[in-house]
């Protein structure tokens, strides 16, 4: 069965870091690339970041609102995508979800995590 | 940027009727490898997105088949055809084909 749990939010200082990780059950965590959503309360969807699998470079991407402050990476020995993120402002209060996709084909973003809420206050 | 354009905000429709939800994209869905990278989400409270259309018309495994997909290039709708309780909710499309991925502002569906 796939699955994708979240974990490491909490209520952070504005400046302060969080580093969330996304722990990979059930399918082969290499072949897919990883990607980071979050929403803001009572706010839509929006894509923060992804990570393509090492077949494709691991190369990454990042939303404008974020660019320079957090950083994807990922372990595939352990089935992690991490989400570090510096610098953090209260505009980044949210719930962060991270869910998978394939390379070169729409059957993607089938399976997400519940979620993980990040609070950014003094 | 793409910029997903969903209408309309909210949906109040009476149990058994149809209801339709449109997303428009400023630039063209359609990729190369003839794929087209449009997505539909439904998403309950308190929980998370969860697919329901992948490639702007394929149903996901286990979606209803009162939901359908349908649109082409920059044009796309997702249709419920007989609205039932359980699916009360927020709608999402999102474009895929580069990235920054971007969504729809979202459509609330609500029951009369």
């Known amino acids: 069965e796939v699955q994708l749990v979240e974990s490491g939010g909490g209520l952070v200082q504005p400046g302060r870091s969080l580093r969330l990780s996304c722990t990979a059950s059930g399918f082969t965590f290499g072949d897919y690339a990883m990607s980071w959503f979050r929403q803001a309360p009572g706010k839509g969807l929006e894509w923060v970041s992804a990570i393509r699998g090492k077949p494709y470079g691991g190369t990454t991407e990042y939303a404008a609102s974020v660019k320079g402050r957090f950083t994807i990476s990922r372990d595939d020995s352990k089935s992690i995508a991490y989400l570090q993120m510096n610098s953090l402002k209260t505009e980044d209060t949210a719930v962060y979800y991270c869910?998978?996709?394939?390379?070169?084909?729409?059957?993607?973003?089938?399976?997400w995590g519940q979620g993980t809420l990040v609070t950014v206050s003094s | 940027d793409i910029v997903m354009t969903q209408t309309p905000l909210s949906l109040s429709v009476t149990p058994g009727q149809p209801a339709s939800i449109s997303c428009k994209s400023t630039q063209s869905l359609l990729h190369t490898d003839g794929q087209t990278y449009l997505y539909w989400f439904q998403q309950k409270p308190g929980q998370p997105p969860q697919l329901l259309i992948y490639g702007a018309s394929n149903r996901f495994s286990g979606v209803p088949d009162r939901f359908s997909g349908s649109g082409s290039g920059t044009d796309f709708t997702l249709k419920i055809s007989r609205v039932e309780a359980e699916d009360v909710g927020s709608y999402y499309c999102m474009q895929t084909i580069q990235a920054p991925f971007t969504f729809g502002g979202g459509t609330k569906v609500e029951i009369k």
């Open positions: 869910s998978r996709s394939r390379a070169t084909t729409v059957t993607s973003f089938d399976y």
